[in-house]
């Protein structure tokens, strides 16, 4: 059993109520998103993994059908944006010779996270990747699994607790002597058993929340929107997890572990042989891109691409030249911890984006290095506030109509700033608020129509 550890920050939540007027609309590599600067693809990678051969392909198809751009997302998949219209074969063509299509009709579904550093740092915790890979290749398998929505989330964490925090819909957590504890969305409550059923189990869990949410008649996508009556719990899941011929017990209150994300990193910052590089504000050119590809074949030959927009490549720290690390920062990516850019995010946008009230990047670029602090930062366009920061522990800055913004932070009262230049000083002062905990955990990315 899990012993107590320490927790991660209150995940009392700014988030807009739920309001289910619609179908689920979530973008994918098959169904576009139409924006203003194009249409938009979002390409689901589970457990954040890619091989520098996929990764290259994503390069190319940034520049055959977009505008050469690529996004990471905060639940470490890669968007491109800029498509024109009537690329959609093309594009799916491309992608599913690279092995990035396995599944046409699954492939907004295939939303896994999984600890970034795992099998990484020797042996004292098992590699997750392994099993994140098995339940991408169950979902796959399963028709029962294309009625999930595209928001709903997996995450198999090593035990550290770094995605645990992530508000996953299923968390799979590694504990000792070959023991894992699968947790339904946010309940205290979990089932331990033995590490080989994990993958499975998760797909059992996400079948369980799919009947639950049929009964509820309530088109439910994340675990959380469950009404109370059809809550899942711990006892039924352990009897239908028996019944699948995998043996359980419950876990009750379970004390979760937790972990912040990894920081950027180059050599001879913990003496580490990957590295871990922080393109701002999650954003790369091809060119970019093109530069970790290549570092990235010069380690094992595969990246990983984090909930943290940031880009873990294994070994290459161990294997490439320095001249070759000057490259990476040359290029514009951030390679040494206590960087500006760490902690500020943003939404698209303008011109990306025809709710935005401002072109919140180029804003937040101009004030970066002026308003540096330790609590997080995000930027919005509009109020749906797209991308935002998990818990409440975070600074938010949203434009308003007549080239202004409000900036709000927990404790404070809501502040109007005209200029750019005026929020440079007072974002400076709000990120460095006393007796507020960071709490780095990041939402799901959000396209709204």
Not at 7 to 17: F, I, L, Y
Not at 36 to 48: K, N, S, T
Not at 62 to 87: M, P
Not at 166 to 172: K, R, S, W
Request: include cysteine; proline fraction near 8%.
């Amino acid at each position: 059993m899990l012993a107590a550890m320490p927790q991660p920050p209150s995940a009392a939540s700014r988030d807009e109520p739920v309001i289910r007027d619609r179908g689920d609309a979530c973008p994918g590599a098959l169904r576009l998103h139409g924006a203003d600067d194009g249409f938009l693809a979002r390409v689901r990678i589970p457990g954040g993994l890619l091989t520098a051969a996929q990764a290259a392909v994503l390069g190319l198809a940034a520049d055959r059908f977009g505008d050469g751009h690529l996004e990471l997302t905060s639940r470490g998949n890669v968007q491109l944006r800029g498509l024109a219209d009537g690329c959609g074969a093309g594009l799916a063509e491309l992608l599913d010779a690279a092995g990035l299509l396995p599944a046409p009709s699954h492939e907004r579904v295939r939303n896994i996270v999984a600890t970034p550093l795992s099998g990484l740092e020797g042996t004292a915790r098992p590699d997750v990747l392994p099993w994140a890979r098995e339940l991408d290749r169950l979902l796959c398998a399963s028709m029962r699994a294309t009625a999930l929505s595209g928001r709903f989330l997996f995450a198999f964490d090593d035990g550290r607790g770094d995605v645990a925090a992530l508000g996953p819909d299923v968390t799979v957590l590694a504990v000792p002597d070959g023991r894992a504890l699968v947790r339904l969305g946010r309940a205290p409550d979990a089932v331990e058993l033995a590490a080989p059923d994990a993958a499975r189990a998760a797909l059992l869990a996400a079948e369980y929340f799919l009947d639950a949410a049929d009964a509820a008649g309530n088109r439910a996508w994340r675990v959380s929107e469950l009404p109370p009556e059809h809550a899942l719990d711990a006892g039924e899941f352990s009897v239908r997890l028996g019944a699948a011929g995998i043996a359980a017990v419950c876990a009750p209150a379970v004390a979760w572990p937790y972990a912040p994300p990894p920081r950027p990193w180059g050599p001879g910052v913990g003496d580490r042989a990957a590295l871990c590089v922080l393109p701002p504000l999650g954003r790369l050119t091809s060119e970019q891109w093109r530069v970790l590809v290549q570092a990235a074949e010069r380690g094992n030959g595969e990246l990983r691409i984090t909930p943290w927009r940031t880009v873990i490549l294994p070994w290459a720290g161990a294997r490439m030249p320095i001249d070759g690390l000057g490259r990476i920062e040359r290029a514009g990516l951030v390679l040494a911890p206590d960087s500006a850019w760490e902690s500020v995010t943003a939404c698209t946008g303008r011109p990306g984006c025809a709710k935005s009230l401002a072109d919140v990047r180029a804003d937040a670029r101009a004030v970066v290095e002026l308003a540096q602090g330790r609590l997080p930062v995000h930027w919005s366009g509009c109020e749906r506030r797209c991308g935002h920061p998990r818990g409440t522990d975070w600074v938010d800055v949203v434009a308003t109509a007549g080239d202004g913004y409000e900036l709000s932070v927990p404790g404070r009262a809501v502040q109007r700033l005209p200029t750019v230049p005026e929020l440079a000083v007072i974002l400076a002062d709000a990120r460095n608020v006393q007796n507020v905990q960071n709490d780095p955990r990041v939402s799901e990315d959000a396209v709204k129509k």
